[in-house]
């Protein structure tokens, strides 16, 4: 299993360019999210997902749009990017419901994606 | 807003003596999940405690969850070089969710 697959790994964008972050998982995991890394703020959450075609909003949803046409991936659209959304990039993915497994509730996370909005 | 808050922000101590980190919370929760970030690297599970439990061992790891007080503790202990990283605690605030918010982290080093 590969896991949680995120590319790019690095992007530098202009303002005003849009984009897609691209998340995959090979786990069958029900739920994914995304959340953004910065200094000092700890990980806040984008937007998640608790099965194909369900996507909610997170703490910190705008200027972002994600789908969830499969299991596997879900994507993270920047629309117009803004030097604000500067910042690293995590997907996480994990089984649903109450874990029967004591690791089994934890999420698994790629290895994330640094954005450079200049 | 921020559900955990995590003490110490920075925790530097000796190979081979133990480590707590402590972190609070502020409303009910499901569970309490304990992730470790390697400098520039994902985060990685390591323990998770449900709301009826009181304490979760796993390997060199023990977790304290009072949920009267809101608050919960890591204890690394014999540690090792190894174990330095940024420690962040996360709460599941909704029954099956998966809808994790994370605290700050504690940055721990271990000197040799």
């Known amino acids: 299993n590969a896991g949680v697959t995120q590319t790019p790994k690095f992007q530098v964008l202009k303002t005003g360019q849009s984009m897609t972050l691209q998340c995959a998982q090979d786990?069958?995991?029900?739920?994914m999210s995304w959340y953004r890394q910065d200094p000092g703020m700890g990980l806040r959450l984008i937007h998640y997902?608790?099965?194909?075609?369900?996507?909610d909003q997170g703490e910190v949803p705008n200027g972002y749009n994600v789908s969830r046409s499969t299991t596997e991936d879900f994507p993270l659209r920047l629309l117009s990017a803004a030097p604000s959304q500067t910042s690293v990039y995590f997907c996480?993915?994990?089984?649903?419901?109450?874990?029967?497994?004591?690791?089994?509730?934890?999420?698994?996370f790629g290895s994330g994606t640094r954005l450079t909005v200049v | 807003s921020q559900q955990g808050e995590e003490d110490p922000q920075a925790l530097s101590i000796q190979e081979g003596e133990n480590a707590t980190m402590n972190c609070s919370y502020k409303?009910?929760?499901?569970?309490l999940q304990w992730y470790r970030q390697n400098s520039g690297r994902g985060l990685v599970h390591l323990i998770l405690?449900?709301?009826?439990?009181r304490e979760k061992h796993s390997g060199r790891l023990r977790v304290t969850l009072d949920t009267s007080k809101k608050s919960s503790s890591l204890l690394i202990t014999a540690s090792r070089a190894a174990d330095t990283a940024s420690y962040f605690c996360?709460?599941?605030?909704?029954?099956?969710?998966?809808?994790?918010?994370f605290g700050q982290g504690t940055r721990l080093t271990i000197n040799p």
């Open positions: 997902s608790v099965g194909a075609g369900i996507t």
């Open positions: 996480a993915s994990s089984y649903s419901g109450s874990p029967a497994h004591p690791t089994r509730g934890g999420y698994t």
């Open positions: 996360a709460t599941n605030v909704a029954q099956g969710a998966q809808k994790l918010v």
């Open positions: 405690i449900r709301s009826n439990e």
């Open positions: 409303t009910s929760i499901n569970n």
């Open positions: 786990m069958n995991h029900e739920y």
